[in-house]
């Protein structure tokens, strides 16, 4: 009973880090084509900043830099980095149980 309780919690364990990974990944793919200037009438740059805002919703704009762009850096690299840590650290969480 006991193995089969780990085997969950190691399945529920990547399910989360697969999942604060891509979150992760929008977020910083958003970062880099908001620095390269990316083409916004294209659909995929246009999925990716509306999936990146919505993620960022709380920590959009949060900082107050004079320049966009680390305004930008700033408040989506801070999204990133929080469901980065969040979300392995559940993980690691759930594993030792």
Excluded: C, K, P
């Amino acid at each position: 009973m006991a193995t089969h309780s780990r085997s969950g919690n190691r399945s529920a364990a990547t399910i989360i880090i697969v999942i604060a990974d891509v979150m992760a990944l929008i977020l910083g793919l958003w970062i880099v084509m908001y620095l390269l200037d990316a083409n916004r009438a294209n659909e995929l740059v246009n999925f990716i900043q509306h999936a990146a805002r919505w993620l960022a919703g709380w920590s959009y704009d949060l900082f107050t830099f004079h320049d966009a762009w680390a305004r930008v850096v700033a408040g989506y690299g801070l999204a990133a980095v929080v469901y980065l840590f969040v979300g392995h650290g559940l993980a690691n969480r759930l594993r030792r149980i």
